[in-house]
T-cell receptor, first 115, second 113 residues
Framework: DAGITQSPRHKVTETGTPVTLRCHQT?????MYWYRQDPGHGLRLIHY???????DKGEVSDGYSVSRSKTEDFLLTLESATSSQTSVYFC??????????????FGEGSRLTVL | KNQVEQSPQSLIILEGKNCTLQ??????????LRWYKQDTGRGPVSLTI?????NTKSNGRYTATLDADTKQSSLHITASQLSDSASYIC????????????FGKGTKLSVKP
């Protein structure tokens, strides 16, 4: 299994509170991604990083921010959580960019419930 | 609009039987197509990655096919086992894209004894 650790794995919070999800990798892969998975939707990209301090938005980035201060850590922050952000969040890593045939490895997911 | 459609949405088969899952896409320009297996409560795990020039790729009892002309792919599972019960996700990458894959909604397969 790829060395990807997501924390916390489960979190229940209230609307309006800040939440930070952490993704830690031990593979030294350049690219890191945050996806969300919701019923009736395919996985959707929130933000991704192509190096330390280099990040870009995905298709559903509104309400989320990210930071990558070290190769191994990629943080996803919900500044003020809303019920629409209740979801399962997956971190993923790849050595190459996904426009090539870069293998994409996923973490185990973080289930977030916003009440 | 880039889209990936999978069928059927769900499928129930008996252990030992074969099955085929379908994926149609409208992603352009095409770079590669991937199949993932996702067990309940776990992250997706890659089964195969195919480029434009590959039309068949196997991984054990899993065989993926790709027809880039008709923009269709299939995943064939041979001699199914209970552990094959999972969601199977088709994912297409557009050429030149750095960060985005287009994910299908998945086919949920249940293998019954």
């Amino acid at each position: 299994d790829a060395g990807i650790t997501q924390s916390p794995r489960h979190k229940v919070t209230e609307t309006g509170t800040p939440v930070t999800l952490r993704c830690h990798q031990t593979e030294n892969h350049r690219y890191m991604y945050w996806y969300r998975q919701d019923p009736g939707h395919g996985l959707r990209l929130i933000h991704y990083s192509y190096g330390v301090k280099d990040t870009d938005k995905g298709e559903v980035s509104d309400g989320y921010s990210v930071s990558r201060s070290k190769t191994e850590d990629f943080l996803l922050t919900l500044e003020s959580a809303t019920s629409s952000q209740t979801s399962v969040y997956f971190c993923a890593i790849s050595l190459q960019g996904l426009g090539n045939t870069g293998e994409l490895f996923f973490g185990e997911g973080s289930r977030l419930t916003v009440l | 609009k880039n889209q990936v459609e999978q069928s059927p949405q769900s499928l129930i088969i008996l252990e030992g039987k074969n099955c085929t899952l379908q994926c149609n896409y409208t992603v352009s320009p095409f770079s590669n197509l991937r199949w993932y297996k996702q067990d309940t409560g776990r992250g997706p795990v890659s089964l195969t990655i195919m480029t434009f020039s590959e039309n068949t790729k196997s991984n054990g009892r899993y065989t993926a096919t790709l027809d880039a002309d008709t923009k269709q792919s299939s995943l064939h599972i041979t001699a199914s086992q209970l552990s094959d019960s999972a969601s199977y996700i088709c994912v297409v990458s557009a050429k030149g894209s750095q960060g985005n894959l287009i994910f299908g909604k998945g086919t949920k397969l249940s293998v019954k004894p």
